[in-house]
């Protein structure tokens, strides 16, 4: 079976970036006994990466890159915002663990927006956080296996996500 909009598809691969210095560095490894599943056309991968698996099979080998403008693009200055440190207190208390440089962190915006923000400074009245994605601005390179392909079930397609090994266990 090939890989098509609305087959569940199962793999493993590597995913290496290219650094500042021109260096690869190993940024994923999902391997064969705990492989990636997602529904083809719903992933919510870069297209791109769909685009370049589109029309493979089961045991299929892939190898590709995906520049920076069509994977994550590149890094938005407005993503970087600071935010008042009172907002991080739990329970009228801040959790000093949870507020390191680098962390990340799960934020909902105003309109209810799921982001991850990293922590990029602490000051003593704010926090400085980059919601840009970690990937962003960089070139990504791809090398693995086509594990399987399926049909979708339709309760899949309705909620957008894989359901058993690889997926949402509900």
Known sequence: MQITDEKVVTLSY???V???DGQKELIETVENDDPMAFIQGMSG???SFED??????EGDIFEFSI???EGYGEFDPTAVVELPKDIFKVDGEYVEE???VGNYLPMTDDTGNQLNGRIIEVKSDSVKMDFNHPLVGK???FKGTIIGVRDATQSEIEHG???GVGGVQH
Do not use: K, Q, R
């Open 67 to 69: 520049p920076a403008e």
């Open 14 to 16: 590597e995913l290496t």
């Open 98 to 100: 949870m507020l390191e």
């Open 52 to 57: 370049n698996i589109e029309g493979l099979s």
């Open 45 to 47: 991968l870069p297209e």
């Open 139 to 141: 070139e990504m390179f």
């Open 161 to 163: 996500h894989v359901h």
């Open 18 to 20: 290219t650094d500042a």
